[in-house]
């Protein structure tokens, strides 16, 4: 089947280095996408990454392992803005077709 | 502002109602996408359409229809909807050439069936 696990709840202090991890396990795999949702607005794109590697860019780096199934996002000096559900989403097959996790959400605290 | 809208931003049903959701993108996409965002739930894929033709359709019951006439505009329309319909909405567009594209979201319909 489809899966993708992310942890539920993060916190973190301000000006602090946070990773989310995001384990997945789909068929036809072609990338991965991470997210941010602020409560009550829309999901905005923060990167995608298709080959093994991390990513940079400005305070958030994305990172792959298309053989462990395995990515994390990086938020770097956090800022209280940085509140928000942070959603991974694997390109699975069929056309540009999303699976996503539940999200992660992260609490930054003064 | 992602160039996708939705309208309405809220709406309340009863079950027996009839509505339907708008979603216009400004972004000269041809790929439109529906999404259900339930409480504490990964967003859930409910139909995608490329270049006004469905090309997926996640196992949707019959009680939501989408509509799209052309590739700036999708509709969902929705009739003797359950309790459990009660959701978040979302709208997406994309390029549309199929391969590995992003995603653009609207604000997204907050529903409430009564």
């Known amino acids: 089947g489809q899966n993708i696990d992310q942890p539920t709840e993060m916190t973190a202090t301000e000006g602090a280095i946070v990773q989310i991890n995001c384990t997945y396990q789909t068929s036809g795999f072609n990338g991965l996408f991470w997210y941010q949702q602020h409560a009550g607005e829309a999901p905005t794109f923060l990167s995608y990454n298709v080959l093994d590697g991390l990513e940079e860019k400005g305070r958030f780096s994305s990172f792959l392992s298309r053989s462990k199934g395995y990515s994390y996002l990086l938020l770097k000096e956090l800022q209280m803005k940085d509140s928000a559900s942070y959603l991974c989403a694997a390109l699975s097959g069929g056309y540009n077709k999303l699976i996503f996790g539940a999200g992660t959400r992260l609490a930054v605290h003064p | 502002e992602t160039g996708v809208t939705q309208t309405p931003r809220h709406l309340v049903m009863g079950m027996t109602n009839k509505k339907s959701l708008k979603c216009e993108q400004h972004?000269?996409?041809?790929?439109m996408y529906w999404y259900k965002q339930s409480a504490k739930k990964p967003l859930e894929l409910m139909f995608v359409?490329?270049?006004?033709?469905?090309?997926e359709n996640n196992s949707v019951p019959s009680r939501f229809s989408p509509e799209c006439p052309n590739s700036s505009h999708l509709f969902l329309h929705l009739h003797t909807l359950q309790p459990e319909d009660s959701a978040l909405y979302l709208c997406?567009?994309?390029?549309?050439?199929?391969?590995?594209?992003?995603?653009?979201f609207g604000p997204g319909t907050r529903l409430l069936v009564l």
């Open positions: 972004l000269g996409h041809n790929a």
């Open positions: 997406a567009s994309s390029q549309g050439n199929g391969v590995q594209e992003t995603q653009y």
């Open positions: 359409y490329s270049l006004e033709e469905r090309v």
